[in-house]
């Protein structure tokens, strides 16, 4: 009988230092809707102010809230663009269906470039197109069909929460944001806001990566929006501003025109509908005049002034007006911490057969980093080779059986050994660390192993082959 054979490599795993369910972001016109403030506490439907905040940064009468609803909503109507999940929530009738159609866009959102989300929304509604269908699929199938959006963890939250609603809610969804959040797993303030304004029309405000963007500029807040004061503070503007005619529209209004016009870095100010009502606006033309001269003495001009103290919602004083970057200068943002950086031991398991060669895959947790996706059996990086060693035999041991500590050898890391090995590839980068196909002649026993798991495997499943061997 012959006995298995290993490929020990050692790996890196990146793992960003926010949660998944606190996933902070600007969308430009191609990327995702973040989900920045889900995370909050829901608020009354009331506006909550705070009472040192300045009038300079709040909408102080009607007059200026429907100029602002019917400027934005004007432009919408002309401006928006044709997506596959809005044209179901306008088309379809029956309400649990479009809630469902609507929650599969807003997850799939999240961290997504928005041209890729359109391929796998619609393949996603063709194969399961009601909340019923999604409860009875597998795990499995769900994250087939999710492979390349990353953050595995919203599909199977979306599933599970499919399953709740059929098996525990008699197959409706909730139809308010305060029990779409209370009810359905990973459904946060701002997912269930979105969904209840554009399914249900219920005229509740929501904020994510682009309302706050625009909100900060149109009021002039250069503070961290991610901070709690601030953030509190952009849902009572929404909730103020979002039209109880059209909620649904009015807020993918502005999170559009965050999208497309009031972007990160190089916003269209000229085409913006509501630019007469912007005082990052306004600051940048009253900078410009005191530059140039024109303006001098005290200038007529309406700035902050809180009751008491230093404004929370202003510019901080560690980071005053840059006159380079205009409206970009609302909102700063605190810097982000990089993220941690974790090693590991891999090792490719192969066990001959007559009907050819196996290679042991893992499932992992249910819980955590890549919860139940199948990889490569590791561990941790241990300091001591010998301590690193024993670890992986016991890991592969705990698997696949006995197996001779003789038959670990270190290979290097294990996607890039692949790679160093394809025909016509030449890996001169310092980053590799493994030599080229162009300067060996024949690849060792352990690559060839390497080699035979990948070919077979990487031409149709390459995303979720990547999130396994890195």
């Known amino acids: 009988m012959r006995k298995p054979r290993a490929a020990v490599g050692s790996g890196h795993r990146k793992q960003a230092a926010s949660q998944e369910g606190r996933q902070k972001h ?32 709040l909408f102080r009468d009607v007059a200026e809230v429907t100029a602002f609803r019917g400027s934005l909503l004007s432009w919408y109507d002309q401006e928006k663009r044709d997506l596959p999940w809005r044209r179901r929530a306008e088309d379809e009738m029956d309400l649990d269906r479009r809630a469902y159609a609507v929650w599969v866009s807003e997850v799939m959102l999240q961290q997504t470039q928005v041209a890729t989300v359109i391929n796998y929304y619609t393949g996603w509604m063709q194969k399961w197109p009601t909340l019923q269908d999604l409860a009875s699929a597998s795990l499995e199938e769900v994250n087939q069909l999710w492979a390349g959006l990353g953050y595995y963890s919203r599909g199977r939250r979306l599933q599970e929460g499919a ?57 002039a807040i250069g503070a961290d929006p991610s901070s709690t004061l601030v953030s509190q503070q952009l849902w009572g503007l929404a909730q103020q501003l979002v039209d109880p005619a059209r909620p649904g529209d009015f807020n993918q209004a502005a999170m559009e025109l965050g999208a497309t016009v009031c972007t990160p870095q190089r916003p269209l100010c000229s085409q913006c509908p509501v630019e007469s009502l912007c ?3 306004q600051r940048v033309e009253q900078e410009q005049l005191l530059a140039s001269g024109s303006l001098s003495g005290s200038p007529d001009v309406e700035e902050c002034a809180p009751n008491t103290g230093q404004c929370h919602l202003c510019l901080p004083p560690s980071e005053p007006w840059d006159q380079t970057l205009g409206v970009v200068n609302f909102p700063r943002k605190a810097s982000r911490k990089p993220p941690r950086e974790e090693s590991s031991a891999t090792c490719v398991l192969e066990q001959p057969g007559a009907l050819g060669a196996q290679i042991l895959l893992v499932q992992r947790p249910n819980s955590g980093l890549l919860a139940g996706l199948w990889e490569f059996p590791s561990v941790t990086w241990e300091p001591s080779e010998q301590l690193q060693r024993k670890a992986l035999l016991q890991e592969l041991q705990r698997w696949a059986g006995p197996l001779p500590a003789t038959h670990l050898r270190h290979l290097g890391e294990v996607f890039r050994v692949y790679q160093g090995q394809q025909p016509g590839t030449c890996m001169g980068s310092k980053r590799s660390q493994v030599s080229s196909p162009c300067s060996r002649k024949k690849p060792r026993m352990g690559q060839q192993v390497l080699d035979n798991f990948f070919r077979s495997h990487i031409s149709t499943d390459a995303h979720s082959l990547n999130s396994a061997a890195q």
Not at 189 to 214: E, H, L
């Open 163 to 219: 399953r709740k609603v059929v098996e525990e809610l008699g197959g409706h969804m909730p139809r308010t944001a305060e029990t779409l959040q209370q009810l359905l797993p990973g459904v946060g303030r701002y997912t269930a806001g979105a969904i209840a304004s554009i399914a249900f029309g219920q005229a509740t405000g929501v904020v994510d990566g682009n309302v706050a963007r625009v909100l900060c500029r149109v009021r």
């Open 26 to 57: 600007a969308k430009n016109n191609s990327q995702a809707k973040p989900s920045a403030c889900d995370g909050l506490a829901r608020q009354p439907e009331e506006v909550v102010l705070q009472a040192s905040v300045s009038s300079y940064h």
């Open 279 to 281: 005082r990052a606006r």
